[in-house]
């Protein structure tokens, strides 16, 4: 069984910065370096919104149009942990961001869930609120 935990959220005004932190942690059959990963959000009467996703090996990092440029996603395999930095936040950013992971996969895989089928990710953490004030 995996566990997500998230943290890092907090009350910023536009223009800071958060760097979100996805602890993994699960079975010893769980292996971390071969998961779909990725950030989503969702603001009040909002649809949930892809953020960034990456798989866990190799891959490449894929990203909204609406934070590329803004938002870096990073892990540390020794520690299980991904990391969302996110800078020049502005009011839209407001939402609850929720970190979620599907295990197996390769990195095309793991775009196309995170670009069309946010539903195959079969883990969620509890959420981390994001506010941002102008």
């Known amino acids: 069984q995996v566990q997500l935990v998230e943290s890092g959220g907090g009350s910023v005004q536009a223009g800071g910065s958060l760097r979100l932190s996805c602890a993994f942690s699960?079975?010893?059959?769980?292996?971390?370096?071969?998961?779909?990963m990725a950030w989503f959000r969702q603001a009040p009467g909002k649809e949930r919104e892809g953020v960034a996703g990456?798989?866990?090996?190799?891959?490449?990092?894929h990203y909204a149009d609406s934070v590329k440029g803004r938002f870096t996603l990073s892990q540390d395999n020794a520690k299980s942990t991904l990391y969302l930095q996110m800078n020049n936040l502005n009011p839209e950013d407001t939402a609850m961001y929720y970190c979620?992971?599907?295990?197996?996969?390769?990195?095309?895989?793991?775009?196309?869930?995170?670009?069309?089928?946010?539903?195959?990710?079969?883990?969620w953490g509890q959420g981390t609120q994001v506010t941002v004030s102008s």
């Open positions: 990456t798989w866990t090996g190799v891959g490449s990092k």
């Open positions: 979620a992971a599907r295990g197996g996969g390769s990195s095309p895989y793991c775009e196309n869930i995170f670009r069309v089928a946010s539903y195959e990710y079969n883990y």
């Open positions: 699960g079975d010893s059959g769980d292996t971390y370096s071969s998961y779909c």
